[in-house]
Structures are given as structure tokens and as C-alpha cells.
């Protein structure tokens, strides 16, 4: 199993000096440590040795967690991994593959949402990455807008707006 952070900081809740400056740096977040902990307290227990946790991201209501492995290892038979962590958590957990396409990994995200169109406007100051999605689907969507943006600008840089057509 791997994690941001190092096998005896997720086993242990406490953090050695390098796990330390990487969360004082922001590489990684709190959030991160709480999952990275309860995925090793689960280990045996749901069979996760294959697991690979990239990131967690906190939306307020719901947690996303990046994963470069395959999703269904971090979901469970049943769905009982991502159920034990929403309870540990007290939050929504949408599991999310990493990718580096940025459709796939934003119609994952705004799931049951689908963006209409996502678009690269190149202007002045650079690339800007526009995502689609029609207004009848906003109340459709999984959080809140700032959360989402935020959760935007995270992942795929300053560069991304959100568009209601």
C-alpha cells in the first residue's frame, strides 16, 4: 500500500520529522494523514495491500480521493472500504482515479453531472481551461460551487473556470 505519507506515520497517528515538513510545506494535507491512517487501520482487514492513495481533497461535505490504482481496490466489495471511511471521516468519500486527462478526471468529480464541453481558450495571459455544464444540472451537482472551484483551481491550476450555459 502507498500513501503520501511514510508505512509508520499511517500506522502510528504520530508523524516523523519528513512527513512533518512535507505537511508544513502543504505537499500534504491533514486530511491526507487522517486517510493514509484509517487505509492502514483497514488494511487487513479489506484486503488493501494493492492500494495506492495519491491524495485526499477536502470539499467540505465530501472527501475525494485520488488513486492511481485501480478505483474498485479502494472501493470495496460492496462498497464497504468507502463506507467505513465516510463514517470515520463523518463525510461523503468519492473515490476519483488520477489521471492526467482533465475530462475524465472532472466528469468523475461533478459525477452525475456531465460537463457539456470542456475547452481550452487560449488567451492573453495564457491557456484557460473552460468546463461546460448546462444550468438545469447545478442543482444536480455533488457539493457546493466554491467548493468545487476550489477543487478546480487545486487540481488543474488557476487556469480552469467553471461555466453555466
Do not use: W
Not at 502543504?26 to 495506492?52: C, M, N, P, W
Not at 464497504?80 to 465516510?86: E, F, G, N, P
Amino acid at each position: 500500500m502507498q500513501t503520501p505519507v511514510c508505512e509508520l506515520c499511517a500506522a502510528t497517528n504520530y508523524l516523523c520529522s519528513g512527513c512533518q515538513a512535507k505537511l508544513a510545506d502543504g505537499r500534504i494535507t491533514e486530511l491526507d494523514v487522517q486517510v493514509a491512517h484509517l487505509l492502514s487501520k483497514y488494511k487487513e482487514k479489506f484486503a488493501l495491500q494493492k492500494v495506492q492513495f495519491d491524495r485526499a481533497l477536502d470539499l467540505g461535505r465530501m472527501a475525494i480521493i485520488l488513486t492511481s490504482s485501480d478505483v474498485s481496490h479502494l472501493v470495496g466489495r460492496g462498497g464497504k472500504t468507502a463506507q467505513a471511511l465516510s463514517k470515520e471521516l463523518g463525510k461523503r468519500v468519492r473515490v476519483v482515479h488520477s489521471t492526467t486527462d482533465s475530462r475524465a478526471l472532472l466528469e468523475q468529480i461533478l459525477l452525475p453531472v456531465k460537463p457539456t464541453g470542456v475547452n481550452t481558450v487560449f488567451t492573453q495571459k495564457g491557456k484557460q481551461l473552460k468546463v461546460r455544464i448546462s444550468r438545469n444540472d447545478v442543482v444536480h451537482l455533488p457539493t457546493d460551487l466554491d467548493s468545487i472551484n476550489r477543487v478546480l483551481h487545486s487540481l488543474l491550476g488557476d487556469n480552469a473556470v467553471l461555466v453555466f450555459e
